[in-house]
């Protein structure tokens, strides 16, 4: 039965593909997204110094969980290409796949040293808003995980709905753990730790620079999957 819904990119409908200059855009957005997600992670990877403490190691691998691997897993579906020269979708599926695996075995290393820090300090748990997102965060990408799990094995699980809703429930669900993942990260610009180690411009920079990918991936996600009812002639 054919649906009345189609899904198709914000915009299109107005013949702004039609101008360069929105392309451009688009595509200047992407690549700015892209260095600033590896931005991100090499700069706090060399502030935390891995190796100095139990807890140097909990930024540099939650800095790789989100703001490198999941970003480029979401990123890689851009309409706009990607870096990583995968043409056909089943490699893009694959790819994603791989960074979401990895993200999600960075994020579990990194909780595993902060809690280990902590009981080494004899310090309480979840005392602050970055910790207490920080677990709604991994929670989520558990489950958004599992989401993935019943998209791929379809037919396997025998899941009731149908691909197409199934692909709906699993990008919006991605883009929220994505909007939790950034909310995180801002929340740990506020730490003792990061405010004694960037002060001045440079924390505002750091501070404000994971909302650009998560604006990018916003965009991304509701330009593929935003609904639009079809125009009958």
């Known amino acids: 039965m054919p649906s009345d819904v189609e899904y198709s990119p914000v915009g299109e409908g107005l013949g702004m593909r039609d101008f360069w200059i929105y392309v451009w855009l688009r595509r200047?957005?992407?690549?700015?997204?892209?260095?600033?997600?590896?931005?991100?992670?090499?700069?706090?990877?060399?502030?935390?110094?891995?190796?100095?403490?139990?807890?140097?190691?909990?930024?540099?691998?939650?800095?790789?969980?989100?703001?490198?691997?999941?970003?480029?897993?979401?990123?890689?579906?851009?309409?706009?290409?990607?870096?990583?020269?995968?043409?056909?979708?089943?490699?893009?599926?694959?790819?994603?796949?791989?960074?979401?695996?990895?993200?999600?075995?960075?994020?579990?290393?990194?909780?595993?040293?902060i809690l280990a820090s902590k009981v080494v300090s004899e310090l309480p748990h979840l005392v602050s808003w970055h910790s207490v997102m920080g677990c709604c965060t991994l929670a989520a990408s558990l489950l958004q995980a599992g989401c993935g799990a019943c998209l791929v094995f379809h037919k396997q699980l025998r899941v009731f709905s149908s691909p197409a809703r199934l692909k709906l429930y699993h990008a919006t669900c991605g883009l929220v753990v994505y909007l939790l993942a950034t909310g995180t990260i801002m929340l740990a610009m506020l730490s003792d730790w990061f405010q004694a180690t960037v002060k001045g411009a440079a924390w505002w920079l750091m501070a404000m620079l994971p909302l650009f990918p998560a604006l990018v991936a916003m965009n991304q996600i509701t330009n593929a999957y935003l609904p639009r009812k079809k125009i009958s002639s």
Not at 30 to 40: C, E, K, P, S
């Open 28 to 113: 200047a957005a992407l690549i700015v997204a892209h260095v600033t997600g590896l931005g991100l992670t090499v700069v706090i990877s060399v502030l935390s110094r891995p190796g100095t403490s139990l807890f140097s190691w909990h930024p540099l691998c939650m800095s790789v969980a989100y703001c490198l691997c999941m970003t480029e897993g979401i990123l890689l579906f851009s309409a706009e290409g990607t870096i990583f020269c995968l043409k056909s979708r089943k490699n893009k599926v694959r790819f994603h796949w791989l960074c979401q695996a990895l993200a999600l075995v960075a994020a579990v290393v990194g909780l595993g040293f």
